[in-house]
């Protein structure tokens, strides 16, 4: 048993660490495709780590410790968020009561140091980008915690791994009709958290509509980096989540298990590319009615439940 456990740890931690950027090669890949262009190889964003952590740094004078600290401490908090998520049907590395706390509020620390280097630097851009973030997010995170909620109450556990493994599926609609909204809303917290298409564009330039790339415009090199392997890491845990609503399959054999597991996260990466294949980008706007659309799905599914 201990040995089992030991190479589900290492097989998650493998995947953590290695598969993120992986899902933003399938993302621009199938953009690519649907545009009718051969696009990118799925490994470019692998290249682009490899050539940033080789390069030097540019650090302006007026910036302080907080600057540089800011992409270290997001990273090292997605990433112990990552190890209180469960992959698909085997526990996470980390649990205990409450955990789900934890986890949220892991996302509420990344976002707060990415702002706070943001703000450092004393660039009007980033300040800008700094305050959509986090105006967006008083929406996006009472989203996320009544997604919880309903997980919570629906499997009578404050764990994790016992919430996503509990007998959730969305599929017996009636039945279901709370996990049903709760995936629509989360599904919308994913692109918000990870600045997709339509609430924001992650390959844009220009300045006066940027929101997550505008708060990353003075870091360089390895800072950069870290940045850009961050938020590929976001999107992998919140696939995650979200896989457990939406497909909660399992072969009963582990290493099927977890083959399934990495099929179903690059079809939530395929999903998201088709999306942004066929709609543009909202008014900035438009943005917190789409989210606060997302907080009521949220908060409506905890409302049928609790009724």
Known sequence: MLGMGLIETLIHL????????????????????????VGAPYLQLYYDLFKLMRKGMVLSTTTTWIFPAG???????????????PFGPFNAPIAFAG??????????LARF??????LDTGSAFEGMGAAREVTFACLSEPALFFALLVLAKKTGSLTLNHMLHGPITVFPAPAEAPLVLVALGLFVVLLAETCRIPIDDPNTHLELTMIHEAMSLDHSGPLLGVILYASALKLFILSALLLHLVAPFQSGYMYLDWLLFVVETFGVA??????ESLMARLQMKRVPYLLTGALLLCGAGFILLVR
């Open 71 to 85: 992409p270290v401490i997001t990273l090292a908090a997605v990433m112990l968020a990552g190890l209180l998520i």
């Open 270 to 275: 395929v999903l998201i590319g088709i999306l």
């Open 113 to 118: 140091f990415t702002t706070a280097a943001a």
């Open 99 to 108: 955990d789900l706390i934890l986890f949220a509020y892991l996302f509420g």
């Open 14 to 37: 493998m995947l953590l660490l290695l598969l993120p950027p992986l899902l933003l090669g399938v993302i621009n890949k199938t953009k690519a495709l649907a545009a009718g262009r």
